[in-house]
């Protein structure tokens, strides 16, 4: 069981001013903290916005790496046995695993597709490789551990195994009161692989990696606990970690190009969501889905599948899609647009908790994925030609791309603009350092 520690962000006598490894810079908050001696089980975070800053985690090497191999091969055996059969009206139908994808690559939904594919298999996947390499690395000296470990950062937030998870269980209740569901061998590998998917990320931790990978570098300029980077001509590597002075414009540990913030964060976020606002417009009026059922077709958008689950009585899985494609991916658009508001206001008028209020959509939004994945799903689960079948809809790509930009408005927005002085005196220091 992991504990929870705070970080120190007083500032100690001259004499006992740690060494540069030992001070963190909070990447939501800008503060330089004194990280405490951990011990395995324990995590720390920021004492300001609660970030999670380190952790100590036990069998660092072997842990992961039993998790990843074992999920690997949880993943090869997914691919090659039968995943979920259905039975309706004396017809069966079975379904692998692989066929969400391909299903929908051969009724001409390419793009949908190799999303869906990326996102459930070659990331997930991808991810797995990496932290077996990196770990790995760490007994055999491995090359090239750096862009590994850029790599499996940059793709962790797109890895939605979890997620198919959720739409696989939705698509199931959907359709248990009409057809018969078998679970294949594959299903319960795919459960695991989640499982152990999960668990893996759940037993790295982003700053132990690195301090691994290579040592922090020296301190070019002394850092204080207590005082924010910006005050002390400090910035963070985003990438690993590294606290590094703002003249410098790449980070000596990974190479990574460093700025002070994000590059017009607050533009590139405001754009991003004025664009997944615009599209969501067509995403509901757009059928996500085509129902063909005893030769009569169907064409359903979020709202009338919504009902029409109401309706049928199917009171839990209307909820969650209620909350999952509505509910979520509007109070996402608008608490973002109300942040990057926030960034503009003095810092008496800033709300306290805005941080932990941004961690939040920024999670819960992937999650908006789940109609496009249940679409996906039943698409290839439900096909008996005329008698029913089930066709994925333009609107469900449309939809794909409002989730991805809320998540990309979530990656551009930089959270420790929500603690950094007025914008005005904030752009002045930008055209200096940056
Ligand atoms: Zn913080
Ligand atoms: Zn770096």
Redesign the pocket.
């Known amino acids: 069981m992991i504990s929870d520690i705070a970080a120190v962000p007083l500032s100690p006598p001259a004499a006992q001013q740690p060494s540069q490894g030992e001070l963190a810079l909070c990447r939501h908050c800008d503060l330089v903290q004194v990280m405490p001696e951990l011990a395995p089980g324990e995590e720390a975070c920021c004492s300001r916005c609660g970030l999670h800053l380190d952790a100590r985690h036990p069998q660092p090497v072997l842990r992961p790496v039993l998790y990843a191999g074992s999920a690997l091969f949880m993943l090869l055996l997914a691919n090659f046995f039968p995943f979920v059969s259905m039975f309706a009206a004396g017809n069966s139908n079975e379904m692998s695993f692989f066929d969400t994808s391909s299903v929908l690559f051969s009724e001409h939904h390419q793009w949908l597709a190799i999303l869906i594919w990326l996102l459930i298999q070659a990331v997930p996947a991808t991810c797995m490789l990496a932290v077996l390499y990196l770990k790995l690395g760490m007994l055999y000296s491995l090359p090239a551990r750096t862009w590994v470990a850029r790599v499996l950062y940059m793709l962790k937030p797109w890895s939605m195994v979890d997620i198919f998870l959720m739409g696989l269980i939705i698509s199931f209740v959907k359709l248990v009161a009409d057809a018969d569901i078998s679970l294949g061998p594959s299903f319960w590998a795919f459960c695991l692989f989640c499982l152990l998917h999960l668990r893996t990320f759940q037993v790295i931790d982003r700053r132990e990696l690195?301090s691994k990978i290579a040592p922090c570098p020296p301190p070019q300029v002394a850092a204080h606990a207590g005082k924010t980077g910006l005050q002390q001509n400090l910035k963070l590597?985003?990438?690993?970690?590294?606290i590094?002075p703002i003249t410098q414009t790449h980070?000596?540990?990974?190479?990574?190009k460093?700025r002070l913030r994000h590059r017009s964060s607050v533009q590139n976020t405001l754009a991003l969501l004025i664009a997944a606002t615009l599209l969501y417009i067509p995403a509901n009026l757009m059928p996500i889905m085509r129902t063909v059922s005893f030769g009569e077709t169907i064409d359903s958008t979020i709202i009338s599948g919504l009902i029409l689950m109401w309706q049928d009585g199917a009171y839990p899985v209307a909820i969650i899609i209620l909350i999952a494609s509505v509910i979520v991916p509007v109070a996402k658009i608008l608490i973002m647009f109300w942040l990057c508001y926030l960034t503009r206001l003095p810092f008496s008028r800033r709300q306290r908790h805005s941080s932990q209020i941004y961690r939040l959509v920024d999670w819960v939004g992937r999650w908006s994925m789940v109609d496009v994945l249940v679409v996906a799903i039943m698409a290839a689960l439900v096909r008996f030609d005329l008698l029913m079948s089930v066709y994925p809809g333009v609107g469900a790509l449309v939809f794909a791309a409002v989730v991805i930009l809320t998540m990309l408005a979530a990656l551009s927005f930089d959270p420790r603009l929500l603690w950094d002085p007025l914008p005005e005196q904030e752009e002045a220091r930008f055209d200096a350092t940056t």
Request: aromatic residues 6%; proline residues 0%; hydrophobic residues 35%.
């Open positions: 690195w590597c985003q990438v690993c970690t590294a590094i980070c000596s540990r990974c190479h990574t460093v």
